[in-house]
């Protein structure tokens, strides 16, 4: 497998560029707008045809630069089902599996962040059938957890990430890595670790929030602070609204 992240330090996002090298396909995860030329050119330059561009869901922190991405290179734009956007999307359901030539993905819903928010659970066939890491999105972070009130309801949908991240996510190989769409920087959520990434184990011993049970962690998240306006206007651009004024 060829795995190539990229990590935007200024606003401590990540995106993920990866899949077979054997049989040139490969896909890009939360890609930002600024890079699609990188994307491409880094897949060309490693043989690779990008078949698929995810977002993990729609984001609020950054222009996703997927559409345009899978417009370019004629790829899926992928997104989970529940997604309520005005964008033409490949819709993906939980359990769903995608083939990368020896780099399976598999899909895992993991709804809290936003009610369409997915976890990616990669297996690279040439290493082993046990899968190798997971792509967290924002659900859980290294040190922390997604913020649960960007749709609002924000007691209903921390309890929803309680489950998704213990149900789901946590019943996972302990040694398995985990790489999320955000790290310390980001607006996303809080306590996040400058570190981007980890393995399911540290964050069992160390995340404070993975040791609450499911009333604390609740209360946890729902005093959060203010949404920064431009938040809302990145969340309509995202999902194919077009800008206000």
Known sequence: MIFRPYYYYQTGC???????GSLGKCTVVDAHEEDIDAYIRFANEKNMRITHVIDTHVHA??????????????????????????LAFEPLRHGQT???GNTIVQVIHTPGHTPESISLLVTDLK?????WFVLTGDTMFVGAVGRPD??????ENAAELYASIHERLLNLPDDLEIYPAHFSGSLCGAGMSGKPSSTIAF??????????????FVEALADVPPKPAAMEEI??????HVPLG
């Open 235 to 240: 969340i309509r651009l995202n999902s194919g």
């Open 14 to 20: 990540a995106a993920y560029l990866f899949g077979c």
């Open 150 to 155: 960007l749709p609002g309801h924000a007691r």
């Open 203 to 216: 964050e069992k011993r160390w995340n404070p929030m993975l040791a609450l049970d499911r009333a604390a």
């Open 127 to 131: 290493r082993g059938k046990e899968p």
């Open 61 to 86: 922190d950054h222009r996703s630069g997927e559409p345009a991405l899978a417009a370019k290179t004629s790829a899926k734009y992928c997104l989970h089902e529940n997604a309520e956007v005005r």
């Open 98 to 100: 995608l083939e990368l």
